[in-house]
């Protein structure tokens, strides 16, 4: 990640960044006006041009105004922690080629991930606008496909659901259900594939997690809970909620209208296959390859053979310690 932040300052985007400071902080200054947000748009595409930092070597980026207010309403228009929010993404993205590589829905193993549940992605939002996603820990089988292809068809459906601004602007509750998660599957949580899913999503990517709801975790996932909490800001920290099996308190924070029988709720069952089929929809309709995103248009029917077991020995070479 990036130490500092290198910035060449011109005359214009002086007077821009004067101008838009300056109708923040006064009372008739609303960033949910699109005319304030075009400015706010203008400001940060400036910011890009400016810098000299290596993330940005390559400045296609700046034509895209749909990913640049990705991280705008990341960080609520703040101009500068969005611009460093972006640095962050693409330094993570060229740090983690490995990882990232051929990010698709054609993907067989992501696929397999994806029809277990991971992620689940609900129809409604919750009362608040947010998009729900739920994970149902027990369908992951390890020896079907690695921790790895977990983290890489998550973070696909998120680039996904981040195109639609109600996400970006709302945010996302998740819930995680821990319900017959086994300890021999907690063996598989490999804590430095788990530090680059804390790295990517506290730091990296335009993303913001409102809540994460935690549901039957056994003493073991609490455990491994207590070992990885020190390695999250606080903020995250204080957004995870444990409700072990009282699924009543998870009701009081989301309408049992919306979510699934098997979070005794009254929508119906929560059917993968929906969300399966929206993203492989979506990656057909792809007609340009845009290198700073994670999706990309490369259309293939198999990943190379070796590719999920050279990626977790790769993960596996990095050391993070294990202790609280």
Request: proline share 4%; glycine share 4%.
């Amino acid at each position: 990640m990036s130490g500092y932040f290198e910035y060449q300052w011109n005359n214009r985007l002086d007077r821009n960044f004067g101008e838009i400071f300056a109708e923040k902080n006064s009372k008739s200054y609303n960033f949910n006006e699109p005319t304030d947000r075009n400015k706010a748009l203008t400001a940060f595409k400036d910011m890009i041009g400016a810098s000299v930092d290596f993330a940005l070597k390559d400045k296609s980026c700046s034509q895209d105004d749909e990913f640049l207010l990705r991280f705008l309403f990341a960080k609520k228009f703040r101009i500068d922690e969005a611009f460093k929010l972006l640095i962050n993404y693409l330094d993570y993205k060229q740090r983690n080629v490995e990882i990232l590589q051929k990010m698709s829905a054609l993907d067989e193993q992501i696929q397999m991930a994806l029809r277990d549940g991971y992620p689940g992605v609900l129809p409604e939002r919750d009362r608040r606008g947010r998009k729900v996603i739920i994970f149902f820990t027990s369908h992951w089988n390890p020896n079907s496909y690695s921790l790895v292809t977990i983290y890489r068809s998550m973070l696909l459906s998120l680039e996904k659901l981040l195109e639609d601004k109600q996400n970006q602007a709302n945010g996302f509750v998740a819930i995680v259900d821990w319900t017959n998660f086994s300890m021999r599957q907690t063996t598989h949580l490999n804590p430095k594939i788990l530090k680059h899913f804390i790295e990517a999503l506290q730091d990296c990517f335009p993303i913001r997690f409102k809540a994460i709801h935690f549901v039957g975790q056994p003493w073991y996932v609490d455990a491994a809970l207590a070992v990885i909490k020190p390695f999250l800001k606080e903020k995250t920290r204080d957004r995870i909620i444990l409700h072990g099996s009282n699924l009543s308190t998870l009701h009081d924070c989301i309408a049992k209208d919306i979510l699934p029988t098997e979070l005794g709720g009254e929508a119906k069952p929560i059917n993968p296959l929906d969300w399966v089929h929206t993203l492989i929809e979506s990656s057909q309709s792809m007609n340009e390859q845009q290198s700073y995103r994670l999706t990309q248009c490369t259309v293939y029917s198999k990943p190379p053979q070796d590719y999920i077991r050279n990626t977790t020995c790769l993960l596996q070479q990095e050391e993070w310690p294990m202790t609280a």
